[in-house]
């Protein structure tokens, strides 16, 4: 089972629908980061969260660190928001202070309009 | 800020040509990575670096080689390119490991025939 699990692993909505993209961790993490990649592009971090909530125009990030659960929200979805969104945990393993990061296996996004 | 720049953005080798993926970031980011991106699969991680002269192996070190002798700077180097190298690799940096957020490069399209 991976640390890092993501759902769902594909996901096609409706200009206009209101979208969840799940993400579940099985470690001890110092912060959860949610990032997005468009086709043949780049990685832009989104949001990076310990905790609590975050918001950022359309997009809302949750985290729930008891329940090893965060959510990422698209509210108002639009075709240009079609990419893979990919959460990745950090957290200190054995060998202590790494800084590396692991990564979901992503969820990949098409908003039809 | 620049933030994180990769060069180049495109490569072709043939196999077992040599090559060094640059990479600056000029945040003074302590934390910097390699990953590797095959096609349709997810980020793998090659090495990373602490700070100047400590490096680290990630998951797929094999193959590569890396040098951190300034906080800007680290470069990977590919020896004796193969096919299975075909890939892009990002880079990517934080502050710290803890609480700082995550900057990726644009990344290197490499193709080894």
Redesign the interface.
């Given at each position: 089972k991976n640390e890092v699990e993501q759902s769902p692993q594909n996901l096609t909505a409706q200009e206009g629908e209101f979208i969840t993209i799940n993400c579940s961790y099985s470690v001890g993490i110092?912060?959860l980061?949610w990032?997005q990649q468009h086709p043949g592009g780049?990685?832009?971090?989104l949001f990076?969260l310990?905790s609590g909530k975050k918001k950022h125009g359309r997009l809302i990030a949750t985290i729930n660190i008891q329940e090893k659960h965060s959510s990422l929200h698209i509210t108002a979805s639009h075709p240009r928001d079609s990419a893979v969104y990919?959460c990745?945990v950090?957290n200190?393993g054995i060998s202590g202070?790494?800084?590396?990061?692991i990564?979901?296996?992503?969820t990949t996004l098409q908003v039809k309009p | 800020n620049a933030g994180v720049t990769q060069t180049p953005k495109f490569r072709i080798l043939k196999i077992g040509q040599s090559m060094t993926l640059q990479c600056t970031q000029d945040m003074n980011h302590n934390y910097m990575y390699w990953y590797r991106q095959d096609p349709g699969m997810g980020l793998k991680l090659i090495y990373y670096s602490v700070g100047a002269g400590i490096t680290d192996k990630g998951e797929v070190p094999n193959g590569y080689n890396v040098s951190r002798s300034t906080t800007e700077d680290f470069p990977l180097r590919l020896e004796l390119a193969a096919p299975s190298q075909t890939s892009v690799y990002f880079c990517a940096s934080s502050v710290v490991s803890s609480g700082g957020g995550e900057y990726f490069g644009p990344g290197t399209r490499l193709t080894v025939l």
């Amino acid at each position: 089972k991976n640390e890092v699990e993501q759902s769902p692993q594909n996901l096609t909505a409706q200009e206009g629908e209101f979208i969840t993209i799940n993400c579940s961790y099985s470690v001890g993490i110092s912060a959860l980061h949610w990032l997005q990649q468009h086709p043949g592009g780049g990685i832009v971090s989104l949001f990076m969260l310990s905790s609590g909530k975050k918001k950022h125009g359309r997009l809302i990030a949750t985290i729930n660190i008891q329940e090893k659960h965060s959510s990422l929200h698209i509210t108002a979805s639009h075709p240009r928001d079609s990419a893979v969104y990919i959460c990745a945990v950090k957290n200190f393993g054995i060998s202590g202070n790494t800084g590396k990061l692991i990564f979901g296996q992503g969820t990949t996004l098409q908003v039809k309009p | 800020n620049a933030g994180v720049t990769q060069t180049p953005k495109f490569r072709i080798l043939k196999i077992g040509q040599s090559m060094t993926l640059q990479c600056t970031q000029d945040m003074n980011h302590n934390y910097m990575y390699w990953y590797r991106q095959d096609p349709g699969m997810g980020l793998k991680l090659i090495y990373y670096s602490v700070g100047a002269g400590i490096t680290d192996k990630g998951e797929v070190p094999n193959g590569y080689n890396v040098s951190r002798s300034t906080t800007e700077d680290f470069p990977l180097r590919l020896e004796l390119a193969a096919p299975s190298q075909t890939s892009v690799y990002f880079c990517a940096s934080s502050v710290v490991s803890s609480g700082g957020g995550e900057y990726f490069g644009p990344g290197t399209r490499l193709t080894v025939l």
